[in-house]
Every structure is written in C-alpha cells, then in structure tokens.
T-cell receptor, first 116, second 109 residues
Framework: DVKVTQSSRYLVKRTGEKVFLECVQDMDHENMFWYRQDPGLGLRLIYFSYDVKMKEKGDIPEGYSVSREKKERFSLILESASTNQTSMYLC???????????????FGDGTRLSIL | GQNIDQPTEMTATEGAIVQINCTYQTSGFNGLFWYQQHAGEAPTFLSYNVLDGLEEKGRFSSFLSRSKGYSYLLLKELQMKDSASYLCAVLDSNYQLIWGAGTKLIIKP
C-alpha cells in the first residue's frame, strides 16, 4: 500500500514564526501536492510538484513556499505564519504519465496547524 | 469559474440506501473521482468515472452523466462505519483536480 507520511498530526505556532510541514511518500510517485482543508470549503491546492526541484503554484500560494529536493519528500513552508493560516494541511502524491490519468491521489493523515 | 456542488450534510438509517449527488461546471473534463474521508483521517479513493454510466464496486456504485454535468455515489446496505464525508472531485482540462466541499453523511441506527 502507498504510504504518505506527514511529520506532525498537530502543531501550534505563533504569529510571525517560520513553519515547516514535511511530507514523505514511499511509492516513487512523481507528483506531490499540498492542500489546505477548511470547513465548508473544498480542498484548496496550495502548491504541487511533478518532479524533483520543480514546483507549480496552485490556487492559493500566497504566504507559502515549497521545497522538493528529493523525489520522496515535499515540504511546505509558511514564511511568516498568520492566524488566517490556521487550517488542516493535507499532503498527497500520485503517479504521472500515460495511462495514469485515472490514478488517484494518495493522502497523508493531515497536519492540524494552529497559529496563535 | 469552476464549481462543484454537493449537499453539505445527509442523514440515513443503517441498512438503507443513500445517494449523494454531485454537479459540476468545469473547464474541460477528464474524469470524476469520489473519495471517502472519516473525521480526522486522510481522504481515501473510492471510484473514478470518465464514461457515462454506472460503475459498481461492492456496496458502493458511482454514476456519471457528462452531458448533464452530474454524478452520484450510491451506498447500499449502510453500515455505521459509512459515517464519513464524501468528496467529489473533477479532473479539468489542465489535469488539475477541482474539489467539492464534501458531503457529511450521518448514519443512524
């Protein structure tokens, strides 16, 4: 089974701090994604990456950056945390390439981040 | 703009059948996914539809009508463990997933 592991289930940080969320997948997937999930809203894509050192902005990249130095690891960085970034953060990974269009994204258990 | 609509919450009885609807307006269409998400857990893949019609997988079935921009997830013989949120997501012309807000399904004994 695919395993996507996020470094923390719960995290509390203060306004202005730099916050790192880590995600590791063990299935050699090319694609990796960071979402945030808020009540009443769908999953919103922050950033994604289709290869090492490659990154693409999603729908809500402001206030975030990412790093993909190794294929299995995708990090989300909150440069200067603000209270409106309190949310559930979900990492996902998937295959890429011909015949992969129907391949689902596999999710980690999420990090519930609170910014005080 | 792109939009996915699902009911916010539904209630059903153990042993019964429930249908969760999803309507979409997206720029292009490359398939529709259904995911299940238990509270505090990761979403898990249930089904993928790209052609019109019904796909059955055990107690769960998913239906798609591309001309109507409509899908439903049908859950039969409901069990208490089916209490969860069900997320509908459409793969658009850029191969990006557009997500609905999810439907919270409450199962009562």
């Amino acid at each position: 089974d695919v395993k996507v592991t996020q470094s923390s289930r719960y995290l509390v940080k203060r306004t202005g701090e730099k916050v790192f969320l880590e995600c590791v997948q063990d299935m050699d997937h090319e694609n990796m994604f960071w979402y945030r999930q808020d009540p009443g809203l769908g999953l919103r894509l922050i950033y994604f990456s289709y290869d090492v050192k490659m990154k693409e902005k999603g729908d809500i990249p402001e206030g975030y950056s990412v790093s993909r130095e190794k294929k299995e690891r995708f990090s989300l960085i909150l440069e200067s945390a603000s209270t409106n970034q309190t949310s559930m953060y979900l990492c996902a990974s998937s295959f890429i390439g011909q015949g992969a269009i129907n391949q689902p994204q596999h999710f980690g258990d999420g990090t519930r981040l609170s910014i005080l | 703009g792109q939009n996915i609509d699902q009911p916010t919450e539904m209630t059903a009885t153990e042993g019964a059948i429930v249908q969760i609807n999803c309507t979409y307006q997206t720029s292009g269409f490359n398939g529709l996914f259904w995911y299940q998400q238990h509270a505090g857990e990761a979403p898990t893949f249930l089904s993928y539809n790209v052609l019109d019609g019904l796909e059955e997988k055990g107690r769960f079935s998913s239906f798609l009508s591309r001309s109507k921009g409509y899908s439903y997830l049908l859950l039969k013989e409901l069990q208490m463990k089916d209490s969860a949120s069900y997320l509908c997501a459409v793969l658009d012309s850029n191969y990006q997933l557009i997500w609905g807000a999810g439907t919270k399904l409450i199962i009562k004994p």
